[in-house]
């Protein structure tokens, strides 16, 4: 049993590792020559089973499918493949939330504690809430010394101008063409 293990461990990367390691767990056992003559085969044959047959033969447990790493190769025979495929997607979903946190990226429910349409400041002024999104325009039209005093409300939320194209480049000149120096141009 334990070379039909090694046998899906061959199709990994880092095949001497984990051979050495499912050596230590299920077979420390078995003499070094065996245990050498049964990898290179496995790494000759390169054999496969279905991943539930296979975990039945060796008897692998959800547990140590995950500490070898071996999920896409051998099932579980503790778990149903419908609840490894729910538990992988679990696992999924959470290492994009902490990577999302580690981004700077608040969770939804802090969020929505402070965004202004759940505060609602305006209904403690006792205005409405254009009234209120009006004034705050204004103030920041004033704060802020590069804006106008008379530019409207949107040049607050202006594009930056566009940067100047790279040199040797004229209007109409396609990509990939090379300039022609001014001099040759014809005069108008």
Do not use: N
């Amino acid at each position: 049993m334990f070379s039909m293990l090694l046998h899906t461990l061959a199709h990994r990367p880092a095949f001497d590792k984990l051979a050495v390691e499912a050596r230590a767990e299920f077979a420390p056992w078995l003499p070094d020559d065996a245990f050498e003559r049964i990898a290179d085969e496995a790494i000759r044959l390169k054999r496969k089973w279905k991943p539930d047959t296979l975990a039945r033969r060796i008897g692998l447990t959800y547990a140590d499918q995950q500490r070898l790493g071996v999920w896409r190769f051998i099932g579980a025979v503790d778990v149903p493949k419908a609840e490894r495929t729910r538990l992988a997607a679990e696992r999924k979903v959470e290492a994009r939330r902490a990577k999302r946190r580690a981004a700077g990226v608040m969770p939804r429910d802090h969020y929505l504690t402070k965004v202004l349409s759940s505060t609602r400041p305006w209904e403690a002024e006792g205005i409405s809430r254009r009234t209120w999104e009006r004034r705050r325009a204004k103030a920041c039209r004033k704060s802020d010394p590069l804006i106008k005093r008379d530019a409207p409300i949107g040049a607050t939320l202006a594009t930056p101008p566009r940067a100047a194209p790279p040199q040797g480049f004229r209007a109409g000149m396609r990509l990939g063409v090379a300039a022609v120096p001014s001099s040759s141009w014809p005069a108008i």
